[in-house]
Protein backbone atom coordinates (compact mmCIF):
# COMPACT_ATOMS: atom_id res chain seq x y z
CA UNK A 1 0.00 0.00 0.00
CA UNK A 2 1.45 3.04 -0.84
CA UNK A 3 1.23 6.33 1.55
CA UNK A 4 -1.39 8.14 -0.79
CA UNK A 5 -3.89 4.49 -0.57
CA UNK A 6 -2.85 4.83 3.23
CA UNK A 7 -4.04 8.34 3.52
CA UNK A 8 -7.23 8.19 1.37
CA UNK A 9 -8.26 4.90 4.03
CA UNK A 10 -7.43 7.75 6.50
CA UNK A 11 -9.63 10.25 4.82
CA UNK A 12 -12.52 8.17 4.21
CA UNK A 13 -12.95 6.69 7.56
CA UNK A 14 -12.85 10.30 8.66
CA UNK A 15 -9.94 9.66 11.21
CA UNK A 16 -8.39 12.25 9.01
CA UNK A 17 -10.42 16.02 8.69
CA UNK A 18 -9.24 18.55 6.51
CA UNK A 19 -10.31 22.00 7.67
CA UNK A 20 -10.23 24.46 10.73
CA UNK A 21 -10.11 23.04 14.08
CA UNK A 22 -10.62 24.08 17.36
CA UNK A 23 -8.11 21.88 19.64
CA UNK A 24 -8.30 21.22 23.36
CA UNK A 25 -5.16 22.76 23.99
CA UNK A 26 -6.90 25.95 22.44
CA UNK A 27 -5.40 26.32 19.53
CA UNK A 28 -5.94 26.33 15.85
CA UNK A 29 -5.47 23.71 13.27
CA UNK A 30 -5.44 22.92 9.37
CA UNK A 31 -6.51 18.82 10.55
CA UNK A 32 -7.44 17.07 13.12
CA UNK A 33 -6.67 13.23 13.39
CA UNK A 34 -8.48 10.34 15.47
CA UNK A 35 -6.95 7.35 14.66
CA UNK A 36 -10.03 5.29 16.50
CA UNK A 37 -12.23 6.28 13.58
CA UNK A 38 -10.19 4.00 11.05
CA UNK A 39 -9.08 1.23 13.89
CA UNK A 40 -13.29 0.33 13.49
CA UNK A 41 -12.67 -1.44 10.42
CA UNK A 42 -11.05 -4.82 11.09
CA UNK A 43 -10.54 -4.60 6.69
CA UNK A 44 -8.49 -1.25 6.98
CA UNK A 45 -6.69 -2.30 10.70
CA UNK A 46 -5.40 -5.32 8.65
CA UNK A 47 -4.25 -3.22 5.46
CA UNK A 48 -2.34 -0.68 7.86
CA UNK A 49 -0.92 -3.36 10.00
CA UNK A 50 0.34 -5.60 7.04
CA UNK A 51 2.59 -2.25 5.99
CA UNK A 52 4.26 -2.81 9.54
CA UNK A 53 4.50 -6.22 8.75
CA UNK A 54 6.07 -5.98 5.50
CA UNK A 55 8.39 -3.42 6.85
CA UNK A 56 9.37 -5.32 9.24
CA UNK A 57 9.58 -9.04 8.51
CA UNK A 58 13.49 -9.48 8.24
CA UNK A 59 13.86 -8.49 11.95
CA UNK A 60 13.30 -11.78 14.89
CA UNK A 61 10.82 -11.20 17.25
CA UNK A 62 9.51 -13.08 20.02
CA UNK A 63 6.23 -11.13 21.13
CA UNK A 64 4.41 -7.44 20.75
CA UNK A 65 3.78 -5.80 23.10
CA UNK A 66 1.36 -2.17 23.13
CA UNK A 67 0.81 0.13 25.61
CA UNK A 68 -2.99 0.07 26.22
CA UNK A 69 -5.42 1.57 25.39
CA UNK A 70 -4.93 2.63 21.53
CA UNK A 71 -1.89 0.62 20.66
CA UNK A 72 -3.64 -2.74 21.66
CA UNK A 73 -5.34 -3.55 18.37
CA UNK A 74 -2.70 -2.41 16.32
CA UNK A 75 -0.08 -4.81 18.49
CA UNK A 76 -2.72 -7.70 18.58
CA UNK A 77 -3.09 -7.14 14.95
CA UNK A 78 0.49 -7.05 13.94
CA UNK A 79 1.18 -9.84 16.55
CA UNK A 80 -1.45 -12.17 14.23
CA UNK A 81 0.17 -11.38 11.16
CA UNK A 82 3.61 -12.30 12.56
CA UNK A 83 1.83 -15.36 14.47
CA UNK A 84 4.02 -14.54 17.92
CA UNK A 85 2.34 -13.50 21.29
CA UNK A 86 1.30 -10.54 21.96
CA UNK A 87 1.12 -8.53 25.51
CA UNK A 88 0.11 -5.14 26.36
CA UNK A 89 1.20 -2.77 29.34
CA UNK A 90 -1.60 -0.75 31.30
CA UNK A 91 -1.26 1.90 33.88
CA UNK A 92 -2.02 1.12 37.76
CA UNK A 93 -1.37 4.08 39.76
CA UNK A 94 -0.63 6.65 36.69
CA UNK A 95 2.40 3.86 36.33
CA UNK A 96 2.31 1.76 33.43
CA UNK A 97 2.98 -1.62 34.32
CA UNK A 98 2.08 -5.63 33.06
CA UNK A 99 -0.49 -6.90 34.84
CA UNK A 100 -2.90 -9.82 34.30
CA UNK A 101 0.01 -12.41 34.43
CA UNK A 102 1.93 -11.18 31.85
CA UNK A 103 5.77 -11.25 31.74
CA UNK A 104 8.85 -10.64 29.58
CA UNK A 105 11.82 -12.95 29.81
CA UNK A 106 15.80 -12.25 30.22
CA UNK A 107 17.01 -11.93 26.04
CA UNK A 108 13.20 -12.19 24.92
CA UNK A 109 13.34 -10.27 21.33
CA UNK A 110 10.36 -7.55 21.82
CA UNK A 111 8.70 -5.27 19.47
CA UNK A 112 6.35 -1.83 20.44
CA UNK A 113 3.14 -1.38 18.57
CA UNK A 114 1.32 2.22 19.27
CA UNK A 115 -1.19 3.93 17.62
CA UNK A 116 -0.22 7.03 17.54
CA UNK A 117 2.93 8.73 18.90
CA UNK A 118 2.70 12.39 19.74
CA UNK A 119 5.38 12.87 22.62
CA UNK A 120 6.31 9.13 22.75
CA UNK A 121 5.87 9.01 26.57
CA UNK A 122 3.61 5.57 26.86
CA UNK A 123 6.39 4.07 24.24
CA UNK A 124 9.18 5.35 26.61
CA UNK A 125 7.09 3.41 29.84
CA UNK A 126 6.89 0.38 27.94
CA UNK A 127 10.82 0.53 26.83
CA UNK A 128 11.72 0.94 30.74
CA UNK A 129 9.60 -2.26 31.69
CA UNK A 130 11.66 -3.68 28.59
CA UNK A 131 14.80 -3.35 30.15
CA UNK A 132 13.77 -3.40 33.82
CA UNK A 133 13.28 -7.84 32.60
CA UNK A 134 16.14 -7.38 30.60
CA UNK A 135 14.45 -8.36 27.34
CA UNK A 136 15.58 -7.07 23.99
CA UNK A 137 13.73 -4.11 22.44
CA UNK A 138 13.79 -5.02 18.41
CA UNK A 139 12.36 -1.84 17.55
CA UNK A 140 8.72 0.17 17.64
CA UNK A 141 6.45 0.86 14.83
CA UNK A 142 3.54 2.89 15.31
CA UNK A 143 0.57 3.68 12.52
CA UNK A 144 1.27 7.53 13.14
CA UNK A 145 4.13 9.47 14.13
CA UNK A 146 2.45 12.98 14.50
CA UNK A 147 5.64 14.42 16.62
CA UNK A 148 6.89 15.68 12.97
CA UNK A 149 9.90 13.54 13.67
CA UNK A 150 10.65 14.69 16.48
CA UNK A 151 10.34 11.70 18.95
CA UNK A 152 13.25 9.39 18.15
CA UNK A 153 13.68 6.03 20.41
CA UNK A 154 16.77 4.49 20.88
CA UNK A 155 16.18 1.74 18.52
CA UNK A 156 14.67 0.97 14.93
CA UNK A 157 11.43 3.03 14.62
CA UNK A 158 8.71 2.66 11.61
CA UNK A 159 5.91 4.59 10.98
CA UNK A 160 2.98 4.43 8.22
CA UNK A 161 2.34 7.69 8.15
CA UNK A 162 4.26 10.97 9.42
CA UNK A 163 1.76 13.75 9.72
CA UNK A 164 2.99 17.12 9.58
CA UNK A 165 -0.38 19.04 11.45
CA UNK A 166 0.44 22.60 11.80
CA UNK A 167 -1.33 24.66 14.47
CA UNK A 168 -2.07 28.33 15.12
CA UNK A 169 -2.59 30.71 17.77
CA UNK A 170 -6.26 31.80 17.52
CA UNK A 171 -4.99 35.57 17.12
CA UNK A 172 -2.13 34.77 14.22
CA UNK A 173 -4.48 31.85 12.68
CA UNK A 174 -4.44 32.45 8.45
CA UNK A 175 -7.63 30.04 8.68
CA UNK A 176 -9.86 32.24 10.77
CA UNK A 177 -8.38 35.36 8.28
CA UNK A 178 -9.98 33.39 5.46
CA UNK A 179 -13.55 33.21 7.11
CA UNK A 180 -13.33 29.26 7.23
CA UNK A 181 -15.93 28.57 10.03
CA UNK A 182 -13.95 26.67 12.55
CA UNK A 183 -15.15 23.49 14.10
CA UNK A 184 -14.66 21.46 17.26
CA UNK A 185 -13.95 17.92 16.46
CA UNK A 186 -16.81 15.44 18.01
CA UNK A 187 -19.17 18.17 17.21
CA UNK A 188 -19.65 17.17 14.04
CA UNK A 189 -23.06 15.21 13.05
CA UNK A 190 -22.98 11.82 11.60
CA UNK A 191 -23.28 11.61 7.81
ZN1 LIG B 1 -8.43 29.75 13.24
Known sequence: MTNSQTLEIFKKT???????????????????FQCAQVLQYPLYLNKICTV????????????????????????????????????????????????RGFNLSKGEKVLICEDVIT???????VINIIK?????LVGVASIVDRSNGKVKFDAPQFSVLTLD?????????PLCKENIPLVKPGSRKKK
Open 14 to 32: DALLEGHFLLTSGKHSNKY
Open 132 to 136: NNEAD
Open 165 to 173: VVTYFPDDC
Open 119 to 125: TGGSVYE
Open 52 to 99: IVDHIKAAQIDTVISPAIGGICVGQEVARLLNKRFIFAEREDNKMTLR
